[in-house]
């Protein structure tokens, strides 16, 4: 009797090789939801029947790239559930999760001691997730219609997670 192996390194090719679909994917469901107003405000929020509010912010603005932070802000704890943050990228038309839990906030994703197989199959995880929680999104009712921005920030919504120094651009050095 033999023992049929599947080689680790071949998933993490497949994977790799899908993750740019799953990008662009992630980017048109994210784009229903984003008005055409996005750089007008920093913090929008979506309000439909039966569910709690969303909101999204803008943490950062670039040429082509935009930073968001996508929430839901939930009991009287006032947690944020689940708490995503996306890179978004409008010349290449793709957008990817940096982070998508609660507890997770912003940290660093890369670096010379994490496996490259490790990071394409997180990366692919979360961006499965944010997919489909955008997909629940949409099929709540949620768009660019509901989307309105806000000038006052809510008390209970939570300040976001600062940047880690080694993540500015200020510090980045590439050798």
Do not use: C
């Not at 912010?57 to 082509?64: G, Q």
């Not at 996508?70 to 038309?93: F, K, M, W």
């Not at 394409?120 to 629940?136: C, D, G, I, P, T």
Request: glycine letters at 4%; zero cysteines.
């Amino acid at each position: 009797m033999s023992t049929l192996l599947r080689n680790p390194n071949t998933l993490s090719r497949v994977i790799a090789r899908r993750l740019p679909s799953l990008h662009s994917g992630v980017f048109h469901a994210l784009n229903v939801l984003m008005p055409n107003d996005l750089g007008r405000s920093d913090l929008l929020v979506s309000r439909v029947d039966n569910a709690p509010d969303l909101y999204l912010r803008v943490l950062e603005r670039h040429n082509y790239t935009t930073f968001l932070q996508l929430t839901y802000v939930l009991g009287p704890e006032r947690e944020q559930h689940p708490n995503a943050h996306i890179r978004v990228y409008h010349d290449a038309r793709m957008a990817e999760a940096t982070s998508f839990s609660p507890e997770q906030g912003i940290e660093r994703l890369a670096g010379p001691d994490l496996p490259v197989r490790g990071l394409v199959e997180r990366s692919w995880r979360m961006n499965r997730a944010l997919l489909k929680w955008l997909e629940y999104l949409l099929a709540e009712g949620h768009s660019a219609e509901t989307m309105k921005a806000t000038e006052d920030v809510p008390a209970d919504l939570p300040e976001p997670e600062p940047v880690p120094a080694e993540m500015t651009k200020e510090t980045l050095r590439v050798e």
